[in-house]
């Protein structure tokens, strides 16, 4: 039985053949170090970087590339953006729809830089309401942080209405957009985005390690770290312009590769029709997932403003066990638990039951997928009715 | 370190109800730590699960991993859910007298 991959909400796999394709030709042919010497191999290998900054700074229509940040991942770059945006007396508002990427940033700020955090709820459909976070809004508010779209329940929060607030009032927004790069178009623009926090890893297609930042024009972060830049070697002191102000070493040369494939795939097939791909299946597994008795879906009434990521529980049962009896009955992967989003869980009163079981959709499932994942809790929900009904009995 | 008391009988038990005594296990310990699972009355199927856990263990010192228990005995993991209601970590593996596993099963 071949394995049915659900999980990548947590990372796409597999990847485009491209991007393996051309990760392995390309280090094979240009694995130097990019922008420390003039040969020709490592000016070409620092053309790929340039390029690949472009082509992110035009995926996301930011109007310089320079400010196109590469970073480890989303956890990475939400670090460099967040230490280096607040300081002691600040205040910086987020939401509790945020993975961890966004919120132990934030509390260690809170706990060790002297910043005031404060979390916005999300209302019972599972989106944050733009007036309810602005009403949060203080004279030393300096950065709000939000998630654009919820890695445990798919939703897609409102960010150009909150960013419309946060210019109105001179806060910067931060937006974590793991979960929707390179399944949702992103206008930094449009949306009154200041810093885009992504990661190449997921539904960008490209490989793990790699991920980034834009940055607007007009926004600064304090560089926290300092070292090598192969740019102006005698200067003491760390450089100040983007991109070196906030890139520290070697890039990731493989990485960066494998992120111009899959970014490349990503506009050869069309986020439109990725989407869209991905939506009708999602529409498929909650139908199917409804029907099923004993089986309860959070946020998932409608499926207007949400990504394929969804989360659900068989009513009386850990998600942890319905996770394992996917994995070794059905060969069916998925993640179960609180997600690295444990304030979603808060909410939803799922941290007592340890979490909850999450599908998260990739473009290369196929409705055979979506059918075993309804068949697979079908047939463990059935197990669990009949035996309630024995112990009843 | 925490006693249990089943049947008339007091057990050595670590904070989760595991065995701390493997040595006296019997198949009357492990009625007992099946009464913990709801279980009173240990079917054949119960202890085929039971007897290739406590078989492995000595063999190996820990629990085999969930994919090799199902494959071994022949269950499917759901089956062994409806045997063992807290499931092969907390359930199968308590009544073979095996300590909490850490990850495998």
């Known amino acids: 039985m ?30 130097v170090n990019p922008g ?38 989303s956890t990475d770059a939400l670090n460099l953006a967040l230490l280096g945006m607040l300081s002691s007396g600040d205040h910086a508002i987020t939401t509790t729809v945020e993975h961890n990427s966004v919120l132990r940033p934030l509390y260690h700020l809170s706990q060790h830089a002297g910043v005031e955090v404060d979390h916005v709820p999300f209302d019972a459909n599972g989106f944050v309401d733009p007036d309810a976070l602005a009403a949060r809004f203080k004279p030393t508010t300096r950065v709000v942080a939000v998630n654009h779209a919820s890695n445990v329940i798919g939703t897609v929060q409102p960010i150009a209405e909150i960013g419309r607030r946060c210019r109105e009032h001179g806060i910067r927004l931060v937006v974590d957009a793991s979960q929707t790069a390179g399944k949702i178009p992103i206008d930094v623009q ?16 490209g490989p793990t390690g790699i991920g980034g930042l834009y940055v607007q024009e007009g926004v600064e972060i304090r560089q926290l770290r300092a070292g090598g830049t192969g740019v102006r070697s005698a200067q003491r002191a760390h450089l100040v312009e983007y991109p070196w102000r906030l890139e520290y070493g070697t890039p990731n040369v493989l990485g960066i590769a494998g992120l111009n494939a899959g970014l490349k795939w990503i506009e050869k097939t069309g986020l439109a029709a990725i989407d869209a791909h991905e939506m009708r299946l999602m529409r498929r597994l909650v139908d199917g997932l409804h029907e ?100 009843r009995g | 370190m925490a006693t249990i008391e ?5 057990y050595t038990v670590d904070e989760n109800g595991f065995l701390q005594e493997p040595e006296i296990w019997n198949d009357d310990v492990a009625r007992d730590f099946a009464t913990t699972e709801g279980i009173t009355d240990m079917t054949d199927e119960h202890w085929v699960l039971v007897r290739y856990l406590r078989d492995y263990y000595l063999k190996y010192g820990i629990a085999p991993m969930v994919r090799k228990l199902c494959k071994e005995t022949g269950f499917r993991l759901a089956q062994v859910y409806d045997l063992f209601p807290s499931g092969p970590a907390n359930g199968a593996c308590k009544v073979a007298g095996l300590p909490k596993p850490t990850g495998c099963v």
């Open chain 1, 36 to 73: 420390r010497s003039g040969y020709d191999l490592c000016m070409e290998t620092g053309q790929l970087v340039d390029d690949t900054r472009k082509l992110l700074a035009r995926f996301f229509n930011g109007t310089d590339s320079d400010r196109l940040i590469f970073a480890y991942n």
């Open chain 2, 6 to 10: 089943l049947n008339g009988r007091t």
């Open chain 1, 292 to 391: 099923v008795p004993n089986v309860s879906l959070y946020c998932q009434d409608s499926l207007d403003n949400h990504i394929a990521v969804m989360a659900f529980n068989l009513d009386g049962f850990e998600a942890g066990n319905t996770g394992t009896i996917l994995d070794v009955d059905h060969n069916i992967a998925c993640r179960t638990g609180l997600h690295c989003a444990p304030m979603v869980h808060e909410q939803l009163g799922l941290d007592k039951i340890h979490g909850a079981v999450r599908f998260g959709i990739g473009p290369f499932n196929t409705d055979d997928d979506i059918t075993a994942a309804i068949g697979a809790v079908g047939e463990i929900a059935a197990v669990r009715a009949k035996k309630m009904t024995r112990t």
């Open chain 1, 190 to 205: 449009a949306m009154n985005v200041d810093v885009l926090a992504f990661t190449g890893h997921k539904s960008l297609m």
């Open chain 1, 2 to 31: 071949s394995m049915t991959y659900l999980d990548n909400a947590a990372t796409s796999f597999p990847k485009p053949e491209e991007t393996y394709v051309f990760m392995d030709q390309f280090y094979r042919t240009h694995g």
